[in-house]
Nanobody
Framework: QVHLVDSGGGLVQPGGSLRLFCAAS????????MAWYRQAPGKERELVAF???????HYEDFVKGRFTISRNSAKDTVYLQMNSLKSEDTAVYYC???????????WGQGSQVTDSS
């Protein structure tokens, strides 16, 4: 089983930056991909970006060039650097880990990112 704790959210003005953190514990070896999703008020949860075990990354068009997903060498912490934030980036951001062996998704508790303007 994988346990995720995400943090780093807060209030930010448009154009500002924030960095989200996701710490994984438990069966880390089973993780094939880690990702960030977000859910804005009244909307469905959507993928933001993911990073594979080989280090390959994917970004949704609405964050390309602004957000960067990365991880530490131990592969137990994933980051989301968010720059040039827009009001429409306001959402709860969730860390996700996918394990192909068990076909299971694990989720963090969510971090709120809010436009402070």
């Amino acid at each position: 089983q994988v346990h995720l704790v995400d943090s780093g959210g807060g209030l930010v003005q448009p154009g500002g930056s924030l960095r989200l953190f996701c710490a994984a514990s438990g069966s880390i070896f089973s993780i094939n991909r880690m990702a960030w999703y977000r859910q804005a008020p009244g909307k469905e949860r959507e993928l933001v970006a993911f990073i594979g075990n080989d280090g390959s990354t994917h970004y949704e068009d609405f964050v390309k060039g602004r957000f960067t997903i990365s991880r530490n060498s131990a592969k137990d912490t994933v980051y989301l650097q968010m720059n040039s934030l827009k009001s429409e980036d306001t959402a709860v951001y969730y860390c996700n880990a996918f394990s192909a062996a068990t076909v299971r998704d694990s989720w963090g508790q969510g971090s709120q990112v809010t436009d402070s303007s």
